[in-house]
């Protein structure tokens, strides 16, 4: 039974293999991508030397070479590209603050990245002390590097006054506070790791999956915190994040170190039916509950259809006859967008791609909607499928320029829970309109539940309609259980697609 | 040479802490002077930005060299840390362009005063060996001024405003445009009426819905300057262009439109968005259309140009001479040489 149905396009991984599939059909050389810049760091490369060199062989280097301008400059950020060893840069410094009797700014700046980036931490602090006796105040880019490295020293609580500094200037970025954190509990300092992470949320700021590890992390075999570490799942579960495969390791050592409890973690996946595999619980609905589904309707009416402007999208004469004729009918349980389905095989005539789906979902009240120009006969549109269509369907045409995306969301979401669509738009446009991420999630998971994505059409074979999903990817809790979807190592997940694999958490008393 | 690294890899720290002893001194005599300011990093937004934009300079980040009192309280505005680097990026532009225009003009100037003084010497020569007067020229003509020609376009233009086919510009956008898409905008109609007043056979210019206190009119006013603009050739009214025009005669010209114009119809009444979208609000012009129930029409692009890249709205200066050109020749071949080169791969093999 699972096999008949072929995967949901919002499985993670969909899209690439889709873009795979294309590429290949295409026949497009990969190779040709990237050389340009290939070519361009490998010369920088080939310059670097590969041993310390002298003051004098540096001088005949900037010499033999063709373009002596910023010499300095692009040869340390070649090593920067390239990873080279440190001592090698150091050379070059020396030559520098040989010929110059100091060293450029922006030549420390490059150093200073290339030390922070091999983690040689001592060389971070003489270079903090260097810099900061030479100028009175550093850029942001340097702020940051010394949060970053400093926060793995003995140092770090130098890096809390540079975080303080860096405010005066700039709002500090989720990873500044990041490092920062990291620092405070690599040394033991909980509650100021906390703190900060209280300070990164009430900015607004998303924090990143390495922090919410050593967060978690930290908490191993610990009684306190318990709290603020469920409140980052519960963070994720609202702002529909995923924690990666290496965070959700974290998770799950944390639960199985609580102290007098016995959670049991295990990597999983979930049936179609929405049963948890290894735990066998079943997974939270979909469907959306009422108040959501009031306040989903009320925003595509107003923010997709409307808009700012109702004549973007259609006209209001056609928005009421539209509105008077969804109204007139019966609810409806499947809506078809007509020129998306009648478009699929390019090869049949459209209007007979249109007729085989329509019949496949005989029984059930459909809807069509089409635009005028699907009326007028023409080599793609037959008289005498239309008018079967018509009778076998309710139907509704659109003005040629207006839109009809909008038109077939505000009359699925009318006609009420039951009621899927057919069509293989994802609609990432119309999510685009809504105002604020929690509606768009809202309308991602409605969508996921109710959009039926007919893959590829054979005339006179059966008609297969890809599965819609009955259960919400999210991160989710029912007392006893804790189910979270993560993102795999290497599986690349688009946007609009859903993790496949789980994380069950069981707490067996 | 073997060497010990160690003792030999760390000069340039050594180098730069002699360094900040000796300016410590130098320093310390300093702020006995002045009293200490303690004013970096904080103070007010002003003050800030402009410890920004010193510190992303010495970073090498690409930031103005001068930045005025007002273009830092633009930064000081702006929230995010990307937008504030794009805007310097800007000005960082812009002041390279100035720059470069600047020595431009500084070259040409020494080239010309060499060359005069050349001709100078040349002429003392001449005159030494003439009879010491100066020559007289046979021509037929006094010399042709610029104002001379302005006289003859500014004469054309009246004519056009008495005879000449209106062509509209709709000028409805402000709500949707941000500070330099608008300063885009004005620049792209001053060339617009340039293209137009050098043209034999001018367009009648009609500035509709033009408020008088909106932002078109405000930076209108800013670049053309209030006499020059007082004594413009176009017809600037707060007036819509349906108020103005028999609605059967008005064709907005808008890319989103369905219909194409095939042929450039000497009665009618074209209108054109005067908005740049830098933005992603697709068919507002289409809307506008929609709303007064006017007929529109897109430009045959498809029809005659292999199309590559980049959007089908064109600028406003390129309308024009599209139109011009169709208007004067009938042919859209000859018209749609103004679209930009880079947009297409030339034109169809027409079978006809």
Known sequence: ERTSFPKSVFAAGNARRTAEILKKRSGSGQDQVNTGSQKVRTALIAEIPDRVLSTSEWRDLKSRISRPERFELRMIEGMLSADTDISIAKSLL??????????????????????VSGGHHSEVSDVYDIMKSCYKTLDTGAYSLFVKGLSQTERWREALIILEDLKKVIAPSSRNYGDAVTGAVLHGDRETAWSLYGELMDQGLTPNQETWRCLFESGVSQRAHTDQLLAILNYMRENQIYPEEKLSRSIKAWFESLPDENWRGTFTSVDPRGVCQSCGTQLESIQLTDDEYVQLKHRVMEDVIEGQDVFNKTTPEELESFKSFVKKRPAFDVIIDGLNVANITPKCVKSETLLAVVSELQGLNILVLGRKHMQHPSRNWNRHDMNQIKQKAHCFFTENISEDDPFLLYAALHSGNHCNFVSRDLMRDHKACLPDSATRRLFFKWQRGHQLVLNNFIPGKKIRFQRTSVYDTVVQNSGRTWHVPYDENGGERSTYEVPQRWLCLCNDV | PQQKPELDLDVWKSVMRSQVSQDDKQKEDREAETGGEEAAGGGSPVERSR???????????????????????????????????????????????????????????????????????????????????????????????????????????????????????????????????????????????????????????????????????????RRYGQEAWDRLFVTATHQRHVDLFPREDLVYLTADSPNVLRTFDHTKVYIIGAMVDRSIQSGASLANAKRLKLSTARLPLDEYLHWEIGAKNLTLDQMIRILMTVKETGSWEKALEFVPKRKHDGFHHHRS
């Open chain 1, 94 to 115: 020396n030559y520098v603050a040989a010929e110059n009797k100091t060293l450029p700014y922006e030549l420390l700046l490059k150093y200073l990245a290339l030390c």
């Open chain 2, 51 to 221: 410890t920004l934009v010193d510190m992303w300079r010495q970073a090498g980040k690409q930031v103005p060299d001068d930045v005025t009192e007002e273009q830092l309280e633009t930064l000081a505005e702006l929230t995010t840390k990307s937008s504030k680097r794009k805007y310097l990026r800007y000005l960082a532009i812009k002041e390279g362009h100035k720059k470069a225009n600047r020595e431009k003009k500084e070259k040409r100037k020494t080239e010309r005063s060499v060359e005069l003084v050349k001709e100078e010497t040349g002429l003392e020569d001449a005159e030494e060996e003439g009879e010491g007067e100066p020559k007289l020229k046979n021509t037929f003509l006094m010399q042709f001024w610029t104002r001379s020609a302005d006289r003859l376009l500014g004469w054309r233009a009246a004519q056009a405003m008495l005879y000449g086919q209106p062509l509209v510009y709709d000028m409805s956008y402000d709500q949707h445009m941000s500070r330099r898409e608008m300063e885009n905008t004005i620049s792209q109609l001053m060339e617009t009426e340039g293209w137009n007043r050098r043209s034999v056979d001018s367009f009648h210019l009609h500035f509709c819905n033009l408020q008088p206190d909106g932002a078109y009119q405000r930076e209108l006013l």
